[in-house]
């Protein structure tokens, strides 16, 4: 799987608006991990659109290395619980995830040993639009950049 780990967190996406102001999202939809755009994509209209062309970052940026506080799960169901009628922003849509935590057991640190999970089931990550995380992820040019979902816990 190419998705990449990202090295430093850059910017959280705006609260208050969206990329382009034309485009909205649907009231629900799913975004889905493309490893070829390296970016999550839905459908808008019976075309697949970019999280990047959606998503504007508010450059007030938190304090990220590595995968702390970050995932990037292959789908993400996406609802808006906001008002009625137009006008919507990144706040009035949550977004939601599932995922299952695996641990090692008798494992020593040579790796030597019965390889053995213990798996926690299935649970929820639920965030809001306005929560992702855009996160640089090639050393080589600090402007390559990709949206994360957080992940706490």
Not at 94 to 103: D, G, L, P, T
Not at 118 to 126: I, L, N, V
Not at 128 to 144: I, L
Request: aromatic share 10%.
């Amino acid at each position: 799987m190419p998705r990449r780990r990202p090295r430093v967190g850059q910017s959280i996406a705006s609260d208050d608006g969206w990329e382009d102001p034309t485009l909205l999202p649907p009231d629900n939809f799913t975004l889905e991990f493309d490893d070829n755009l390296f970016d999550y994509t839905f459908n808008l209209g019976g075309q697949r659109t970019q999280l990047l062309s959606l998503l504007a970052a508010k450059f007030n940026p938190p304090t990220v290395n590595g995968w702390e506080g970050l995932a990037q799960p292959r789908l993400i169901q996406c609802e808006y619980r906001g008002p009625a009628g137009p006008g919507q922003l990144p706040t009035d849509i949550v977004c939601s995830y599932e995922h299952r935590h695996i641990r090692w057991r008798r494992v020593n640190e040579n790796g030597q040993g019965e390889l053995q999970g213990e798996s926690r089931g299935p649970h929820e990550h639920e965030f809001g639009m306005q929560e992702w995380v855009s996160a640089q992820w090639d050393q080589n040019d600090p402007n390559v950049l990709g949206w994360y979902a957080p992940h706490r816990h």
